[in-house]
Nanobody
């Protein structure tokens, strides 16, 4: 069993930055691909970013490319989402998730086995 705990959300003005962290329990974290998803108000959950188990590949939603960066520290069992140049449309509950199978793109939420509880990100205009 893997538990994921997100932190770092909050209220920020447009153009600002936030860094989300997702801490994982369990010894096998380093073997999991990790993803970030978000659910904007009144909308369905959507893919944001993903990173391969060893950090050698990352993927991003088109609207966040060049603004968001995901990284991981397997020694700390933690994955990060650095969010810069935030826009009001980035407002959402952000979730991290772990999947136990290899992937390319890794944007299918149904393939993720473990999910965090989510953290709210609000960007004011």
């Amino acid at each position: 069993q893997v538990q994921l705990v997100e932190s770092g959300g909050g209220l920020v003005q447009a153009g600002g930055s936030l860094r989300l962290s997702c801490a994982a329990s369990g010894r096998t974290f380093s073997t999991y691909a990790m993803g970030w998803f978000r659910q904007p108000p009144g909308k369905e959950r959507e893919f944001v970013a993903a990173i391969r188990w060893n950090g050698t590949s990352t993927w991003y939603r088109g609207s966040v490319k060049g603004r968001f960066t995901t990284s991981r520290d397997n020694a700390k069992n933690t994955v990060y989402l650095q969010m810069d140049s935030l826009k009001p449309e980035d407002t959402a509950v952000y979730y991290c998730a772990a999947r136990t199978t290899n992937c390319y793109g890794c944007d299918d939420p149904t393939m993720y086995r473990y999910w965090g509880q989510g953290t709210q990100v609000t960007v004011s205009s």
